[in-house]
């Protein structure tokens, strides 16, 4: 019996795996956004964000432009009534800290007179005349007062204290000589602005010190000019 040709069978699909084939543009996309992530988190992309001080400097100006906003609608007038309060409020801050500042205070206490040399009222009179001469009235003042108070610590008027200043000067021999009270403050204040720049001196200026050296010396302290004009023994 003759035997049928064989037929050859197709060869079987590969099975499934249970594994879903995605579309090759699916596949695609996948790619390319994993391609884009690796790119963006390399280095020269994370120099390009914003640093923390950037981002706190960027909030502080929308705060403070938000509150610009508040303020300037919240006022009658707008920026119109605004912007001059603003402008005054900063020449007060300004005036404020001029007045506050330590050299401020200090020429309000009033400048150191004695240095403490072992020069005589005469020394320092002939030292303020040379300077006078040459023109250095700033010198000449300091000098001048200087005299003033050696000569008031030699007549005991006030007793020897370093580091008087002028303005302590004044306020101490007033009280044994209340007639100079104006002339001496006079002189603290000519002696104080001079010292600490706050005006030129000028020849009318050390006038003002040369005038009360002169009066300082012919002043008697009030007690004993009360003592000698009571009549002693009681004499009639």
């Given at each position: 019996m003759a035997q049928r040709p064989r037929r050859e069978r197709p060869p079987r699909r590969a099975r499934l795996t249970g594994v879903p084939l995605l579309p090759a543009a699916v596949v695609e996309r996948e790619e390319g956004r994993r391609a884009a992530r690796e790119e963006l988190s390399e280095r020269i992309y994370g120099q390009a964000e914003p640093s923390l001080l950037e981002l706190i400097r960027q909030r502080l100006q929308e705060w403070f432009d938000e509150l610009l906003d508040v303020v300037g609608s919240a006022v009658p007038g707008g920026w119109w009534t605004l912007a001059p309060l603003l402008v005054v409020l900063a020449l007060v801050l300004v005036a404020l800290v001029v007045y506050l500042r330590p050299a401020r205070r200090a020429r309000r206490r009033g400048a150191a007179v004695d240095t403490g040399s072992p020069m005589t009222a005469a020394d320092h009179r002939a030292a303020a005349e040379g300077h006078a001469e040459q023109g250095d009235y700033a010198a000449a003042?300091?000098?001048?007062?200087?005299?003033?108070?050696?000569?008031?610590?030699?007549?005991?008027?006030?007793?020897?204290?370093?580091?008087?200043?002028?303005?302590?000067?004044?306020?101490?021999?007033?009280?044994?000589?209340?007639?100079?009270?104006?002339?001496?403050?006079?002189?603290?204040?000519?002696?104080?602005?001079?010292?600490?720049?706050?005006?030129?001196?000028?020849?009318?200026?050390?006038?003002?010190?040369?005038?009360?050296?002169?009066?300082?010396?012919?002043?008697?302290?009030?007690?004993?000019?009360?003592?000698?004009?009571?009549?002693?023994?009681g004499a009639l």
């Amino acid at each position: 019996m003759a035997q049928r040709p064989r037929r050859e069978r197709p060869p079987r699909r590969a099975r499934l795996t249970g594994v879903p084939l995605l579309p090759a543009a699916v596949v695609e996309r996948e790619e390319g956004r994993r391609a884009a992530r690796e790119e963006l988190s390399e280095r020269i992309y994370g120099q390009a964000e914003p640093s923390l001080l950037e981002l706190i400097r960027q909030r502080l100006q929308e705060w403070f432009d938000e509150l610009l906003d508040v303020v300037g609608s919240a006022v009658p007038g707008g920026w119109w009534t605004l912007a001059p309060l603003l402008v005054v409020l900063a020449l007060v801050l300004v005036a404020l800290v001029v007045y506050l500042r330590p050299a401020r205070r200090a020429r309000r206490r009033g400048a150191a007179v004695d240095t403490g040399s072992p020069m005589t009222a005469a020394d320092h009179r002939a030292a303020a005349e040379g300077h006078a001469e040459q023109g250095d009235y700033a010198a000449a003042i300091r000098e001048r007062l200087r005299a003033v108070s050696r000569e008031l610590e030699d007549s005991a008027v006030i007793t020897p204290r370093p580091g008087r200043t002028a303005t302590e000067l004044a306020a101490e021999t007033a009280e044994v000589l209340p007639q100079l009270r104006e002339q001496l403050y006079a002189g603290a204040d000519t002696f104080n602005d001079s010292a600490y720049g706050q005006r030129i001196a000028t020849a009318e200026d050390y006038r003002v010190l040369a005038d009360l050296d002169e009066r300082v010396g012919r002043a008697r302290p009030a007690d004993a000019a009360a003592a000698s004009a009571v009549p002693s023994g009681g004499a009639l």
